[in-house]
Structure formats: structure tokens, C-alpha cells
């Protein structure tokens, strides 16, 4: 599997390679900002639902996040934290990991490197990362009143 990665990173360090997935990358990202922008998640019927939800019944860490995302970027923060009070938590490890894509696309330079030593310095970052996660997953579905107000907020 190391071989495997190396073998990646090692095709990957070529600047047209490069170059062509920052092309990729922008299109792509464009395009889910004015996707996200401009289909109402709740109107749209093509708008994709939770699948663990569909299957289990149950929330999970993530339900309501597109809902929170077309609400962020229309600037309704309140309705946004109804669908999904951790939205600022998620959105900034989604900003984290574009801007250390974006720094390897420029760069060339693996920039997971300073983050594998500084998390082997202070592991208890990733434990309460998993911690806070995990609490909230389990919080959200207990259908009593102070843990019912983590749930997302039910569509009108």
C-alpha cells in the first residue's frame, strides 16, 4: 500500500500533472459552490438524501450538512445551525483539507508531512476530534428534549 502511494505521489509531483489537477480541481469546486448556491436542498427532489438515514432510521454526524451548506451561502446562519450545529466544525476540516490539496497542487511538496509530526507530538487532538464526533453522533439520536434540538431540523 506504501509502495502503492509513493508510486502516486511520485506521478503527482510532475508540474503538468499538477497543473491539470488544479485545472480539475477549480472546475470542480466551482461548480459545487454554485450547485450548492442555487438548488434548495429542501425543494429539490433530486437533492441527495442521507443514505444511512434511509437504511438505519438514524442521524448521523453529517445529516443536514447540505441543508446547512446552501444555508450558509445564502446567509442564513441560524437555519443553518438547525440542520446542523457542528456545520462550522465540518466546513473547516473541508476548508483545511482544499487549502493542503491546493498547497500540494502549487508546491509539488507533500504538505501532510508537518501534519503527521505535529499529530504524532499531540495525538489528543485527533481523540478529541473522534471524541466530540462520536458524542454528537450518539447525542443527536436520543429522542428526548435537550438531545432532540441536535437533530436536524424537520423540512416544512
Same mark, same amino acid.
Request: glycine share 4%.
Given at each position: ?18 497543473f491539470?489537477?488544479?485545472i480539475?480541481?477549480?472546475?470542480? @469546486? ?6 450548492? $448556491? /442555487?438548488?434548495?436542498?429542501?425543494? %429539490? *427532489?433530486?437533492? !441527495?438524501?442521507? =443514505? +444511512? ?15 446547512? @451548506? ?6 442564513? $446562519? /441560524?437555519?443553518?445551525?438547525?440542520? %446542523? *450545529?457542528?456545520w !462550522?466544525?465540518? =466546513? +473547516? ?27 504524532s ?7 478529541i ?28
Open positions: 500500500m506504501k509502495k502503492t502511494f509513493e508510486r502516486l505521489l511520485a506521478f503527482l509531483r510532475r508540474p503538468y500533472i499538477r491539470i489537477f488544479l480539475i480541481t477549480c472546475l470542480l @469546486l466551482a461548480s459545487a459552490i454554485f450547485l450548492v $448556491f /442555487r438548488v434548495d436542498p429542501v425543494s %429539490n *427532489p433530486f437533492a !441527495p438524501a442521507c =443514505s +444511512f438515514y434511509g437504511i438505519t432510521g438514524l442521524y448521523c454526524p453529517g445529516c443536514g450538512m447540505t441543508r446547512s @451548506l446552501y444555508a450558509i451561502m445564502n446567509g442564513r $446562519f /441560524r437555519e443553518a445551525f438547525s440542520y %446542523n *450545529p457542528l !462550522p466544525f465540518f =466546513s +473547516f476540516l473541508v476548508l483545511g483539507s482544499l487549502f493542503l490539496w491546493f498547497c500540494f497542487l502549487l508546491t509539488g511538496k507533500n504538505p501532510f508531512d508537518a501534519i503527521n509530526r505535529f499529530l507530538k499531540h495525538p489528543y487532538y485527533c481523540i476530534t473522534a471524541v466530540v464526533i462520536i458524542l454528537f453522533w450518539v447525542m443527536r439520536n436520543i429522542p428526548v428534549f435537550p438531545f432532540t434540538v441536535l437533530a436536524p431540523a424537520q423540512v416544512r
